[in-house]
């Protein structure tokens, strides 16, 4: 009959299974350096391949007046024009538009067909046929609804002011067709040969100023109403001397927008365009930029694949330094691969938004939105501080690299980066994210603040900056809560801020372990001291071992009767059991605490403190009673070590490691009652040895120094909690 496997053997056995897939998908070398170089690649499609760059590998939006160049001279290789910016051309487009003149044509017969017109008037007021054709149907209509009397009176008004009306609307001030408020200064009178002469606005009249002369000729004569039907009628007999031509004046807008200069004229080759240390002006930065959209004009398709080339590698250059970075410093991250995609993943998405605000029209400097404080919390939160410092500067190097060597913003993001993972670093709640808010700010300002000075940059080009870099401040924290919120419910991933929700000794599992077994949980609330005080000494994560420290004897609670803490007022029942029968009762605490926490739903990082407090030990009081018993005849001949050792695995993490020392550092400084510092210290000592010997920290990265710093921290916190008290004097009876 086959033995059966135990609970922790059947766990690991089903994780080989699940890893064993997990490394025919994903595990796959090939397919993580497939990965790495799809990664490059993309962000090396990123950088401006297609866009104008000069030789020092600086973006033309970078050459700005005012700005220092503190590159190589450039001179020109080639002859070029310098092209004006089409922002200035567009602007003089408006002024040539707006201060075209009109052009009009003279109406030859304009006079004599409002003299005739006039005196048909004048015929029709006196009662006279007309001739057909002279006046047209609106003014007959209108004169003949006036009875005669009023016929005559108005003739005789028109008589008596004839000549002047001829004389101010066709010589003075004579009648053009368009209202004189929509002129601009100067009218241009198309003559013979077409030749133009100039003439002010103020030398004509329009229909709005010959209405109102007009109207003042029979306001006392006539009624309102009667006046505005005269005052009409001879707005239809004295046309316009000057009628606008539309086509002409069209004409002459095209010549003069034609005429617009496009270049600021011509740069020789071998010119200087700007020094090393000199700073832009107009003329040098148009130069710059003209310089260096004629050089990307030429020669294109050789020109373009040699810089997407470029880019690549350039985009290659950077990423190197986070994988050798995790290659040699974090190879737990780069063997897992889970944790590889993501890390890189989350570095990936800094230079795609920065991407797309190359290409996004607005006012407002968006750069300075890209949420790169944002991914270095989350970064630092998920995986340590120091990934996110590394995480950060590949991160910066890349936004610049994408946005054409944008040195500016890159500097702000590493550094408003660098001070929020700095700001998240030993987080323990969730309110602590938003005391970043100001630590971002505060990194992004100075920055912003200190390039613009050095740049000569005015308030009004850098209260933009800072105010899109504050709102980036308030917006990291809230997205980085949110992220973490989803990925602790969608990923098995446990960060400090959910362990935090653990540390609380009203958990079901805490208040049941004091309850069925209080021994243990007095056992477990000093171990937590110990492993929490140790962590702080050694600068490893303190909350993870105060609380793995908590959970890790929950095993004990379904058979609390079978520990020596917990056995008051009862007899031993190992006693009644054989060694081999009892060491299998021990060690089940371990798979029974697994199955608890499972059961409750404790983190993964909770859990591995239960089996890897003990590691492999051996249960030595059980064995060595059944050597004792072996060699007395009185039990089984041979003795199996393996069946007297715990399962393990062996601790794995500085947190784990201390967690292993402290439990057997408090319960053998207990037993020895050992009350000085010297037999502290003889005890610990030993323990240490013992663990060392045996192998049990061969998988833990505590250093030699960092285990005496635990030493020394077990030692002072063991003496405070075994000090002496004073023998207190009773007060005597008085008689």
């Known amino acids: 009959m086959a033995k059966q496997k135990t609970l922790f053997e059947q766990l690991k056995s089903a994780e080989h299974q699940e890893s064993v897939i997990e490394k025919s998908l994903f595990s796959n070398h090939g397919v993580r350096i497939a990965f790495m170089i799809i990664i490059i690649i993309l962000t090396g499609l990123m950088f401006p391949n297609q866009r104008a760059i000069n030789e020092n590998g600086e973006d033309v939006r970078q050459v700005n007046i005012g700005v220092l160049w503190m590159n190589e001279t450039i001179k020109a290789e080639f002859p070029f024009a310098i092209i004006r910016p089409e922002s200035e051309i567009e602007l003089e487009k408006e002024r040539v538009l707006k201060s075209t003149p009109i052009i009009c044509l003279n109406i030859e017969n304009a006079i004599s067909e409002a003299e005739a017109k006039l005196s048909a008037l004048l015929q029709m007021c006196e009662g006279k046929l007309l001739e057909s054709g002279i006046l047209n149907e609106t003014v007959t209509k209108n004169v003949l609804e006036f009875p005669q009397q009023k016929r005559s009176m108005i003739g005789q008004i028109v008589q008596k002011y004839r000549e002047e009306l001829i004389s101010t609307y066709y010589e003075r001030r004579p009648l053009i067709s368009v209202a004189i ?111 260096v959209s004629n050089r990307g004009n030429s020669d294109t398709s050789t020109y373009s694949w040699s810089i997407l080339l470029g880019s690549i590698g350039h985009s290659f250059l950077i990423f190197s330094m986070m994988i050798l970075y995790l290659f040699f410093i974090r190879p737990v991250i780069f063997a897992h691969h889970q944790q590889l995609y993501g890390l890189l993943g989350i570095v990936l998405i800094a230079p795609i938004f920065s991407w797309i605000t190359v290409f996004m029209n ?33 991160m910066s190097l890349l936004i610049a690299g994408v946005r054409g ?18 700001s998240v670093r030993d987080i323990q709640a969730r309110t602590q994210l938003f005391a970043s808010i100001i630590y971002v700010f505060i990194g992004m300002s100075v920055s912003i ?24 401040a308030v917006f990291s924290p809230i997205f980085t809560f949110g992220v973490l919120y989803l990925i602790e419910r969608v990923f098995p991933v446990t960060t400090d801020l959910k362990i935090d929700e653990y540390d609380s000794l009203e958990h079901p599992l805490l208040m049941e372990m004091n309850e069925k077994a209080p021994g243990t949980f007095q056992h477990t609330m000093t171990i937590a001291r110990l492993a929490e005080s140790a962590a702080h000494a050694i600068h490893a994560n303190a909350l993870l071992a105060k609380v793995g420290s908590l959970y890790h004897d929950i095993g004990k609670i379904p058979k609390a009767e079978y520990y020596v803490e917990n056995q008051i007022n009862i007899d031993n029942k190992h006693n009644h059991l054989p ?73 794995n993490s500085k947190e784990t490691g201390i967690l292993m ?7 053998v400084v207990r037993l020895n009652n050992a009350e000085t510092k010297e037999d502290i210290e003889v005890i610990l000592q030993g323990i240490i040895n013992d663990r060392m010997l045996d192998g049990q920290l061969d998988e833990c990265p505590l250093t030699i120094a960092e285990i005496n710093e635990i030493k020394e921290s077990f030692i002072k916190n063991l003496l405070g909690m075994r000090h002496h008290r004073i023998t207190y004097k009773e007060i005597p009876d008085k008689k």
């Open 181 to 291: 408020s929509s002129l601009s200064d100067t009218v241009f009178i198309r003559k013979s040969k077409g030749i133009d002469m100039p003439m002010l606005k103020s030398a004509f009249s329009d229909t709005t100023l010959m209405r109102g002369q007009l109207s003042e000729l029979f306001a006392d004569k006539l009624q309102m109403q009667e006046v505005e039907k005269v005052v009409s009628t001879l707005i239809e007999i004295l046309k316009p001397k000057y009628e606008v031509s539309k086509s002409l004046t069209q004409e002459t807008k095209s010549n003069r927008l034609a005429s617009i200069p496009r270049t600021l004229g011509i740069v020789r080759a071998g010119e200087v365009l700007i020094r090393k240390g000199e700073r832009f002006d107009r003329l040098s930065a148009l130069k710059v930029q003209s310089y």
């Open 362 to 394: 607005s006012s407002y400097p968006l750069e300075y939105a890209v949420i790169v404080p944002a991914l270095s919390m989350l970064i630092a939160i998920l995986f340590d501080s120091r990934t996110a410092f590394y995480s950060t500067v590949v």
């Open 405 to 422: 060597s944008d040195y500016s913003v890159g500097l702000a993001m590493m550094i408003g980066g660098m001070v929020a993972a700095y």
């Open 449 to 472: 603040a200190s390039i613009g000075a050095e740049r000569s940059l005015s308030w009004n080009e850098m209260y933009p900056q800072l105010i899109v870099a504050g709102i980036n």
């Open 579 to 651: 060694p081999k029968k009892s060491a299998s009762i021990i060690k089940e605490h371990v798979h029974d605490g697994i199955e608890l926490a499972r059961e409750y739903k404790l983190p993964q990082r909770i859990i591995d403190f239960i089996p890897m407090h003990h590691g492999t030990m051996l249960v030595k009081h059980f064995y060595a009673k059944a050597i004792e018993l072996s060699q007395k005849g009185e039990g089984p001949t041979i003795v199996k070590e393996e069946d007297y050792r715990y399962t393990g695995p062996k601790p």
């Open 661 to 667: 020392l402290a439990d057997a550092a408090e319960a």
